[in-house]
């Protein structure tokens, strides 16, 4: 299954964005599903998860009051809002889906626990 993520772009400081994240022709939507990011010359780290229910979330201690993951299980899509953007959150975000383990803070953050992902979107924060 490839994910489909969308959203990015070249935005200014403060501005905010929305990802998108779709799963076209998957009609499971019990996945619990997350967002990566990836800066140039980093590793790839975890940006927020969603358990399939959207009752719970985690959030990176980086992105926390900043980003808003959801999801609407209509439409098998997650999203992350971002606000307050800085140069620090350029990156390309990925987003994975169906964690292969329980929905625990421990687990929803390792990229390697995720059986889906999609291609990245860039986003650009200009100072």
């Known amino acids: 299954v490839q994910l489909q993520a969308s959203g990015g772009g070249l935005v200014q400081a403060g501005d905010s964005l929305r990802l998108s994240c779709t799963a076209p022709?998957?009609?499971?939507?019990?996945?619990?599903m997350g967002w990566f990011r990836q800066a140039p010359g980093k590793e790839r780290e975890f940006v927020a998860a969603?358990?399939?229910?959207?009752?719970?979330?985690g959030y990176a201690d980086s992105v926390k009051g900043q980003f808003t993951i959801s999801r609407d299980n209509a439409r098998n899509a997650a999203y992350l809002q971002m606000n307050s953007l800085t140069p620090e959150d350029t990156a390309v975000y990925y987003c994975?889906?169906?964690?292969?383990?329980?929905?625990?803070?421990?687990?929803?953050?390792?990229?390697?626990?995720?059986?889906?992902w999609g291609q990245g979107t860039l986003v650009t924060v200009s100072s």
């Open positions: 994975a889906a169906n964690l292969r383990a329980s929905f625990s803070s421990t687990n929803f953050r390792q990229h390697c626990l995720y059986m889906y």
């Open positions: 022709g998957r009609t499971r939507n019990r996945d619990s």
């Open positions: 969603v358990h399939w229910s959207g009752t719970n979330t």
